[in-house]
């Protein structure tokens, strides 16, 4: 039987709370799910204002919007995350400038960061990589010391923690997503954060057609229909009633990877400093990447599926300029593998998957 990759969790209130929205035929987006999942979202990052959208990536479309990113200025992105991240910089019609990673953490490298810093440079993109945090500190000072916004695209980073805060709360702005294969999920669906009431008005307003708040059917600018579903709100709740035990679940499912796995040439994605790890994938960085594809296709021969690390988006065709490297970030996505490690995994499945990596022709 084939172990998938990943599996969401729906073990709580979800069928009930659909259930209500059919029933009552609000399924569109309004119902008293949208606004109850904002605000319970909200108060558990512990962010003042949320306004949720219908995925991810309209999500970080939407904060570019809401921050009036122009085609003129320059943002810094790590090269090392989902092209979601750069593909939004490119809506916005901004030109995105590629940074390399720390080897130790997989996330962007403040020092190179500096070094890309241009008279054009209007903001950092600080992406919170499988679930590691970057390093919060040291961007925030930067960002005040050339006076830079700061936003972070935590899509795949809830539950992590740097310095016992919760990330999406340092930046102007925050997005997230709750595509299946998130710790949080809604089926699809994102959500835009801030602390910013002004940043939070028009983020709601642009999601909203541009609409405004005293007239009807009067619209101020131009906007998008980026609404969640009260269904997916729905979803949202559920999920929320029951991710603290998600969270403590994947983390014992790294920690027996880490402990199965210590004698072979491969490294957890683990952490690093002050912070706390949300895991949303057990990730492995092999020593040497020859052993990469050869060992995925191993496990799937065990009926065994898994992913690799994301491809650097300067290698991609439409972001490709002659002569650019960062050769950190090209090694770790060389060598990465993503293991299974959705929250209902069972530890003999685990023990199996770790068995047959074992086994594999090292």
Not at 85 to 99: E, K, L, M
Not at 226 to 255: D, F, P, W
Not at 298 to 316: K, N, Q, S, V, Y
Request: a negative charge.
């Amino acid at each position: 039987m084939l172990i998938p990759f990943y599996q969401p969790s729906l073990n709580g209130n979800e069928k009930k709370y659909v259930n209500e929205c059919l029933d009552t035929t609000w399924i569109s987006s309004r119902g008293r799910f949208v606004r109850e999942f904002e605000d319970k979202f909200a108060e558990y990052i512990g962010v003042r204002h949320a306004t949720s959208v219908c995925n991810g990536s309209v999500a970080l479309h939407l904060a570019l919007l809401a921050l009036d990113i122009q085609p003129e200025d320059e943002i810094i992105v790590p090269t090392l995350t989902y092209i979601a991240s750069v593909n939004a910089i490119s809506h916005a019609g901004a030109t995105p400038v590629f940074v390399d990673s720390l080897h130790s953490t997989w996330q962007l490298d403040p020092a190179d960061v500096r070094k890309k810093i241009t008279d054009k440079t209007r903001a950092i993109m600080a992406v919170h990589l499988y679930g590691h945090p970057c390093e919060m500190d040291e961007l925030v000072r930067i960002c005040r010391e050339h006076d830079l916004l700061l936003i972070e695209d935590c899509a795949e980073a809830f539950g992590t923690y740097y310095n016992n805060q919760h990330v999406g709360t340092f930046g102007d702005i925050a997005t997230y997503s709750f595509f299946g294969n998130k710790t949080l999920t809604t089926g699809e669906g994102g959500m835009v954060v801030t602390q910013h009431e002004s940043l939070y008005e028009r983020a709601a307003s642009i999601k909203n057609q541009g609409v405004s708040q005293s007239l009807q059917y009067w619209h101020d600018h131009i906007g998008y229909n980026y609404r969640m579903t009260n269904i997916c709100s729905a979803l949202g709740v559920a999920q929320l009633e029951c991710v603290g035990n998600v969270l403590q679940k994947k983390r014992h499912i790294a920690e027996l990877y880490r402990e199965g796995l210590n004698i072979l040439p491969v490294m957890l994605h683990d952490e690093v400093g002050n912070v706390r790890h949300s895991y949303w994938m057990s990730s492995i960085l092999l020593n040497d990447e020859k052993h990469r594809d050869p060992l995925r296709k191993h496990l799937e021969d065990c009926h065994i599926e898994t992913r690799p690390l994301f491809f650097p988006a300067h290698l991609m065709k439409m972001y490709q300029k002659a002569g650019e490297q960062h050769l950190v970030a090209e090694s770790l996505s060389s060598r990465g593998i993503n293991l299974p490690s959705w929250p209902d995994l069972r530890e003999e499945q685990i023990h199996y998957i770790m068995k047959c990596i074992r086994e594999y022709a090292w």
